[in-house]
């Protein structure tokens, strides 16, 4: 066998990796779903990052109690180029949170599992075709 096909190795592990990436997002989001409290929040800043490429995204930051009297104060973990009007600073929000950990959440209508499911599905894309044309390489030689 010669050694061209370890060139496939490279779609297969980007595969891979995607799908786990977007695996976890969706586990994450559902078990927020499943065992998380809401709360109502309050958007208090964006964090405004910068990336290489020049552009600019928007993480809101949301402020809110939780049941046992803790105040948390935490970015969201997904970032837009710019803000709509439901997400301006001071806003009041839905958060729901992971009553064990804070840090865990979700500011409705702003933290969708979008992002999670097109990297699942491009990840399932990619590491089965890839598999899929080794398995096809390998019969035929």
């Known amino acids: ?11 297969l ?14 586990r994450r989001a559902a078990a927020l779903r ?6 109502k929040g309050r958007i208090v800043r964006h ?3 910068r990336h290489d490429e020049g552009a600019t995204f ?3 930051v949301a402020a ?18 710019s803000i709509a009007g439901n997400f301006a600073v001071g806003t009041f929000v839905v958060v729901r949170y992971d009553p064990q950990d804070p840090r865990r959440f979700a500011i ?6 979008t ?9 399932s894309l990619l590491a089965a075709g890839t598999l899929v044309v080794i398995l096809v390489r390998l019969l035929t030689l």
């Open 1 to 11: 066998m010669q050694r061209e096909w370890l060139f496939s190795l490279i779609p």
């Open 13 to 26: 592990t980007i595969g891979a990796v995607f799908l786990a990436f977007g695996l976890y997002g969706l």
């Open 34 to 39: 499943r065992t998380g409290v809401t709360a």
């Open 47 to 49: 964090d405004v990052r």
């Open 58 to 60: 928007h993480y809101p």
């Open 64 to 81: 809110w109690t939780t049941r046992d009297g803790r105040e948390c104060e935490h970015s969201s973990r997904f970032g837009r180029g």
């Open 108 to 113: 409705q209508g702003w933290d969708v599992t």
């Open 115 to 123: 992002v999670d499911l097109v990297f699942t599905i491009v990840g």
